[in-house]
């Protein structure tokens, strides 16, 4: 089964796409890690100097990686398309490459849930681990310190509310329209993502295991 996750910032894709990709054993294939791996040294040396990939460039990693032997009985797809046009090209190769079987999970926050947890993400310097000051549940129990190891937490430099706002922005403009299309093609599946991560999951397991039972 080929999934793709649709979400606003802080929606939750990158922590649903790799529940989903661990429980069904299926990769998990995000296009800002394609780009960010790539051996080509003119990509890298856009990403360096944070200038804009061509989109051309975007479409031929993304093929190559789901022509994979891997991605054979499926794979999670998180963060693309976001665009219609996006969403042209990845048909075209799903046509291709005779993948053509795809769902759409959308999921669903309130822009302020997605705001709060945005400003409020702090994130581990050494572990990684992810808390937000702004919830009770997932705020660390020592101020600036992580409750795993111990070292500092740090905050992102564009974990702010005027670069949120801009990407909330552009979801809507740009995003929105993109789950439309796909509504008309019956293949959207939405989910509250403003629960929490578990609450999440299990729908989406729902979701999922309804579609395994048909086939």
């Given at each position: 089964m080929n999934i793709t996750f649709i979400a606003p910032p802080?929606?939750?894709?990158?922590?649903?796409?790799?529940?989903?990709?661990?429980?069904?054993g299926?990769?998990?294939i995000s296009t800002g890690d394609l780009l960010r791996n790539t051996n080509d040294e003119g990509i890298?040396?856009?990403l360096k100097q944070g200038k804009f990939v061509n989109e051309d460039i975007v479409?031929?990693?993304?093929?190559e990686r789901l022509s994979q032997s891997d991605?054979?009985?499926?794979?999670?797809?998180d963060g693309y398309p976001r665009t219609l046009k996006q969403a042209q090209n990845y048909e075209a190769i799903l046509k291709e490459l005779g993948k053509e079987d795809i769902i759409i999970i959308v999921l669903d926050l309130d822009k302020e849930i997605a705001a709060k947890r945005v400003i409020g993400r702090e994130i581990c310097q050494n572990c990684g681990h992810v808390f937000n000051n702004l919830f009770?549940?997932?705020?660390?129990?020592?101020?600036?310190?992580?409750d795993n190891c111990g070292?500092?937490?740090?905050?992102?430099?564009?974990?702010t509310l005027e670069t949120f706002e801009k990407r909330y922005h552009t979801y809507q403009t740009k995003t929105e329209p993109l789950i439309k299309h796909y509504e008309a093609k019956g293949i959207v599946y939405h989910v509250n993502s403003g629960i929490n991560k578990d609450y999440t999951f299990r729908e989406i397991e729902k979701i999922i295991g309804g579609l395994y039972d048909k086939h």
């Open positions: 802080a929606g939750g894709k990158g922590t649903q796409s790799a529940k989903v990709s661990k429980k069904y299926i990769p998990h890298k040396n856009l479409t031929k990693l993304l093929k991605c054979d009985k499926g794979y999670v797809l009770e549940d997932t705020k660390s129990k020592k101020e600036n310190i992580c070292d500092g937490l740090t905050k992102r430099a564009d974990d």
